[in-house]
């Protein structure tokens, strides 16, 4: 039986969304690698803590949507529904693995399933756009220091930052 979406709950999407948005454009450093270089940002930070905070629906779709979002405006436009898949599936592996129980081990473990699912996602989505299966390793590099990095704040950040979002609860 599915849970009915709150008002509550869809107003931390729409916030969610707009952080890993915010957090992927603002906070960006582009890579000299790749066909069309690589991208490092800190969108996934506020993505993991929604997965890990509020769950699998909040998660995945701030993650899908605000990522999403971001190659539509700003020149990644082909990488959007590599983008979208990936995140989305990210965000419930996160969540699936790490919400109700979010100790370090879990939190650790659902960072090491995002990493393989963004390796394996866009490695898939860009030999499918190059028709290459040797152009998207390049890839792998930036991909990889994205979610390592990304994982080590959220891993630092994770426990205060959830009771204090927690404690707002009424």
């Given at each position: 039986?599915?849970?009915?979406?709150t008002?509550?709950?869809?107003?931390?999407?729409?916030?969610?969304?707009?952080?890993?948005?915010?957090?992927?454009?603002?906070?960006?450093?582009?890579?000299?690698?790749?066909?069309?270089?690589?991208?490092?940002?800190?969108?996934?930070?506020?993505?993991?803590?929604?997965?890990?905070?509020?769950?699998?629906?909040?998660?995945?779709?701030?993650?899908?949507?605000?990522?999403?979002?971001?190659?539509?405006?700003?020149?990644?436009?082909?990488?959007?529904?590599?983008?979208?898949?990936?995140s989305?599936?990210?965000?419930?592996?996160?969540?699936?693995?790490?919400h109700?129980?979010?100790?370090?081990?879990?939190?650790?473990?659902?960072?090491?399933?995002?990493?393989?699912?963004?390796?394996?996602?866009?490695?898939?989505?860009?030999a499918?756009?190059?028709?290459?299966?040797?152009?998207?390793?390049?890839?792998?590099?930036?991909?990889?220091?994205?979610?390592?990095v990304?994982?080590?704040?959220?891993?630092?950040?994770?426990?205060?930052?959830?009771?204090?979002?927690?404690?707002?609860?009424?």
């Amino acid at each position: 039986m599915k849970k009915e979406i709150t008002t509550r709950e869809l107003v931390i999407t729409a916030l969610a969304i707009a952080l890993v948005y915010v957090f992927t454009w603002m906070v960006k450093i582009q890579l000299p690698i790749g066909a069309q270089g690589g991208l490092i940002h800190l969108g996934n930070i506020p993505f993991f803590v929604a997965a890990i905070v509020y769950g699998k629906r909040v998660g995945a779709l701030s993650g899908a949507i605000g990522m999403g979002l971001f190659d539509v405006t700003s020149g990644w436009a082909a990488w959007a529904p590599i983008t979208l898949v990936t995140s989305f599936i990210m965000g419930h592996v996160i969540a699936d693995i790490a919400h109700d129980k979010p100790t370090i081990g879990r939190i650790t473990a659902a960072c090491v399933a995002a990493l393989i699912i963004k390796i394996v996602g866009y490695y898939i989505g860009e030999a499918i756009m190059y028709g290459s299966l040797l152009v998207p390793i390049a890839s792998i590099p930036g991909n990889a220091v994205q979610i390592v990095v990304s994982s080590v704040i959220v891993l630092l950040i994770i426990k205060p930052l959830r009771q204090a979002l927690l404690s707002t609860r009424r």
